[in-house]
Protein backbone atom coordinates (compact mmCIF):
# COMPACT_ATOMS: atom_id res chain seq x y z
CA UNK A 1 0.00 0.00 0.00
CA UNK A 2 1.30 3.20 -1.16
CA UNK A 3 -1.19 5.69 -0.09
CA UNK A 4 -3.58 6.19 2.36
CA UNK A 5 -7.48 7.18 1.58
CA UNK A 6 -9.37 10.34 3.45
CA UNK A 7 -12.54 10.17 1.89
CA UNK A 8 -13.89 13.43 3.47
CA UNK A 9 -16.57 15.55 2.71
CA UNK A 10 -16.02 19.68 2.91
CA UNK A 11 -19.29 20.00 4.54
CA UNK A 12 -20.02 20.61 8.18
CA UNK A 13 -19.70 16.99 9.19
CA UNK A 14 -16.29 16.01 7.02
CA UNK A 15 -14.70 19.72 7.03
CA UNK A 16 -13.14 19.04 10.80
CA UNK A 17 -13.95 15.34 11.38
CA UNK A 18 -10.46 12.98 11.94
CA UNK A 19 -9.58 9.95 11.54
CA UNK A 20 -7.91 7.42 13.47
CA UNK A 21 -6.34 6.41 10.31
CA UNK A 22 -4.84 9.63 9.21
CA UNK A 23 -2.30 8.52 12.03
CA UNK A 24 -1.89 4.87 10.78
CA UNK A 25 -0.91 6.11 7.69
CA UNK A 26 1.68 8.85 9.16
CA UNK A 27 3.20 6.10 10.70
CA UNK A 28 3.36 3.42 8.15
CA UNK A 29 4.96 6.49 6.27
CA UNK A 30 2.18 6.55 3.77
CA UNK A 31 0.86 9.23 1.41
CA UNK A 32 -2.31 10.28 2.19
CA UNK A 33 -5.02 11.38 -0.65
CA UNK A 34 -7.70 12.97 0.74
CA UNK A 35 -10.09 16.23 -0.12
CA UNK A 36 -9.13 20.12 0.36
CA UNK A 37 -9.40 20.08 3.69
CA UNK A 38 -8.17 22.05 6.81
CA UNK A 39 -6.45 19.32 8.19
CA UNK A 40 -4.79 18.49 5.21
CA UNK A 41 -2.80 21.90 4.83
CA UNK A 42 -1.69 21.38 8.08
CA UNK A 43 0.61 18.16 7.24
CA UNK A 44 4.11 18.16 4.65
CA UNK A 45 2.98 18.79 1.36
CA UNK A 46 5.37 15.89 0.84
CA UNK A 47 2.78 13.74 2.55
CA UNK A 48 -0.36 15.14 1.53
CA UNK A 49 -2.37 14.93 -1.97
CA UNK A 50 -5.23 16.80 -1.84
CA UNK A 51 -7.86 16.51 -4.47
CA UNK A 52 -9.88 18.93 -5.84
CA UNK A 53 -14.05 18.57 -4.83
CA UNK A 54 -16.40 19.25 -2.29
CA UNK A 55 -16.76 15.31 -1.46
CA UNK A 56 -15.55 12.15 -2.37
CA UNK A 57 -18.45 11.63 -4.69
CA UNK A 58 -18.05 14.47 -6.81
CA UNK A 59 -17.18 13.62 -10.67
CA UNK A 60 -14.27 16.30 -9.80
CA UNK A 61 -12.62 14.02 -6.74
CA UNK A 62 -13.63 10.94 -8.50
CA UNK A 63 -12.06 11.85 -12.00
CA UNK A 64 -8.24 13.05 -10.04
CA UNK A 65 -8.41 10.19 -7.62
CA UNK A 66 -8.72 8.10 -11.04
CA UNK A 67 -6.07 10.20 -12.65
CA UNK A 68 -4.08 9.60 -9.24
CA UNK A 69 -4.18 5.64 -9.47
CA UNK A 70 -3.14 5.71 -12.94
CA UNK A 71 -0.20 7.71 -12.40
CA UNK A 72 3.37 5.87 -11.38
CA UNK A 73 3.29 7.07 -7.53
CA UNK A 74 6.81 7.24 -6.11
CA UNK A 75 7.32 5.53 -2.80
CA UNK A 76 6.48 7.13 0.18
CA UNK A 77 9.39 5.73 2.08
CA UNK A 78 11.98 7.95 3.52
CA UNK A 79 9.08 11.41 3.28
CA UNK A 80 9.10 11.28 7.20
CA UNK A 81 9.26 14.95 8.58
CA UNK A 82 8.96 16.98 10.76
CA UNK A 83 5.94 18.57 11.15
CA UNK A 84 5.99 22.23 12.57
CA UNK A 85 2.59 22.79 13.00
CA UNK A 86 2.42 25.51 15.24
CA UNK A 87 5.15 27.56 13.52
CA UNK A 88 3.68 31.02 12.21
CA UNK A 89 5.36 30.89 8.89
CA UNK A 90 4.61 27.21 7.68
CA UNK A 91 1.07 27.63 9.36
CA UNK A 92 0.64 31.12 7.34
CA UNK A 93 1.47 29.65 4.43
CA UNK A 94 -0.70 26.85 4.71
CA UNK A 95 -3.62 28.82 5.60
CA UNK A 96 -3.33 31.00 2.73
CA UNK A 97 -2.89 27.73 0.56
CA UNK A 98 -6.29 26.32 1.84
CA UNK A 99 -7.74 29.77 0.70
CA UNK A 100 -6.49 29.79 -2.26
CA UNK A 101 -7.68 26.44 -3.97
CA UNK A 102 -10.96 26.70 -2.61
CA UNK A 103 -11.34 30.16 -4.21
CA UNK A 104 -10.55 28.27 -7.69
CA UNK A 105 -12.44 25.52 -7.27
CA UNK A 106 -15.18 27.99 -6.52
CA UNK A 107 -14.59 30.56 -9.49
CA UNK A 108 -14.22 27.46 -11.87
CA UNK A 109 -17.90 26.62 -11.09
CA UNK A 110 -19.18 29.76 -11.46
CA UNK A 111 -20.71 30.25 -15.09
CA UNK A 112 -19.18 32.71 -17.22
Not at 18 to 27: F, R
Not at 46 to 73: C, F, K, Q
Not at 87 to 110: G, M, S, W, Y
Amino acid sequence: MDVGSLPQSRDGVGMFRYTTKLSEYLAADLLVATGRLPFAYDLSDARVLRLPGDAPWEETYIESLSRLMDSALPSSRGLTTTLRAFDRDPQRERVVAFVNDILEETRARKPQ
